[in-house]
C-alpha cells in the first residue's frame, strides 16, 4: 500500500501526490519543490551508495536529498528538481554563458571525484540546460573502492565529454547544417586529451563564434 512508504522516518502516501511521469522500472512523483523517484525493480543504486551521495554537498549534479523506503526496503529518494520545465537548446546558448556552465559542473565532478564517485549509466537526456549546466539522474552513479582521485576525475571529466558530444549532435541534426560538418565537430570535441577541462578545450575551438551552432556553420 501507498501508505507503507516512508521518506526517512517520515511516513509518506504517495496516492496522494501527483505523478510528474514514469520510466522503465519506476515512477517520479512531484513533492513540493522536489520529486520523489520511486524504483520498482533491483536495477538502481544500492543504499549505501545513495546514503553516501546525499552527503555530498552539488550544485549542478542532483544528488539524492533523503531516502525512500517501503516496508523498511530502500527503494528511491527525493531529488531537487528544475526551476524551469523544458529545456533551452545548447547550442544557441552564448558562449560565455556555456563555458561558465561547463566550469561550474566540471567543478561538481571534482567534488565527487574527491568522494570517489564515478558519474555512471549517463546518456545525454540527462544533461539539463536549464539557466545553467544540470546533470540530473544519479540514479546508478558508482562509489569506486579505491583511493586514485586523480583517475576517478579523468573518468568523470571523459564521461562528461562524450555526454556534451551526444547532446550537442543530437541539436544540430535538428538544424540546416550539413552532416559533414556535425561530424567533423564532434569528432574534433571528442578528441580532448583526457588532462584538459572541456571547459577549457571548447573555448579555443569557440574562437570568435558565439555559439556552438554558428560554430559547426563555419567550419
Known sequence: MSTNYRLES???NLDRLNVQSTFSGGRIYNYRNQIIKVFDDDDHINE??????SRIKSLYIFLPLKLLFFNDRFCGYSLKSLDKIGRDKIIGVDKEELLDSIYN????IETLSKKSVIINGLDFNDLQYNDGLYITKPDRFIIFNGDEETKVNDINVGELNLLLSSLFVHELNGEN????SISEFSELFRSKDQY???????????DDSPNVRELVKRM
Open 10 to 12: 517520515k511516513r509518506i
Open 48 to 53: 549505501d551508495d545513495a546514503r553516501t551521495l
Open 177 to 180: 547544417i550539413p552532416r559533414k
Open 196 to 206: 584538459t577541462s572541456n571547459c577549457d578545450y571548447l573555448d579555443d575551438l569557440f
Open 105 to 108: 559542473l566540471e567543478n561538481d
